[in-house]
């Protein structure tokens, strides 16, 4: 895919009177990546959504197709998801999916969007009649409506059930695949890592962690591997790579450092290992353990 950069930051920052938010932020976005933006509550996240918007004045270097946040150009590619849902008392689905079809210019049919979607039997319901899963649904829609090159989804997945969930992701998927750029936070980590190709990580208005899930572990290396065998536990304890044995009520857990080294040190016991599995940690595991590292910087 031909990949020409959508945002430019550069020394991004942004403060409230007495209280810095954004501290001095780099970063580039191209084509067609699908991105995690993933932090605790108050690491900064929604007000870098709000200054790609053009919602707050940012102070550094910001550009979003190559014009400033918020003008008409950059408004007319981009499609925003918030955390809340636009309840207005007595407009319809399809009147607010109209009603933000006209702003632009090559905008779907909100009939086919919602047909698409698998909701046109809401297309006459009013705002205030729907549930909290369909809400988010039609607040998805309003984000597709103008056939946006740029997606920010800010916790998308909020008051979905299960199987809406599943098919959100699934449709990000598809939607990555036609080439939308795609940028998400969400606390539903383990759906996300699924899903996205590389993750911005934020800590206290600055960005800890610019790659691929790949790379972060290769940053944190850390594997669990569990056996069950009738060697002894200290057998194991001085291997390469091992930090800690335990004993658990699945056998032997071993905590690796180096996967690698471990398991090839493990290769000439194999005969008298039994149910062997190896465990990565999760995005949510790697999350913590960075955050409280760079917290006791």
Known sequence: MFMTTLIQATELQFAYPKHPVLKGIDFTVQTGELIGLIGANGAGKTTLLNLLLGLLP????????????GSRQAKAQLGIMRQGDLVLPG????????????????????????????LTDLAHRRLTQLSGGQLRRVSLLTALVGRPRLLLLDEPTVGMDVMVQAAFWQQMRALQARGITIIITSHDLTALQAVAQRFLIMQAG?????????????AQPRTEITFQTDLPAGQFAQLAGVQTVQATTNGLQLISSDETATLQALAPHLNALRQVTITHDSLATMLTQLTQTEASK
């Open 206 to 218: 600055r960005f800890v962690f610019d790659g691929s899930l790949a790379q972060l572990q290769a």
């Open 91 to 118: 407009v319809t689905v399809l009147d607010l999916l109209t009603d933000l079809a006209a702003y632009y210019p090559q905008a779907l049919a909100p009939a086919t969007l919602l047909a698409e979607a698998g």
């Open 58 to 69: 940012a102070q550094g270097q910001l550009t979003i197709f190559g014009a400033a946040p």
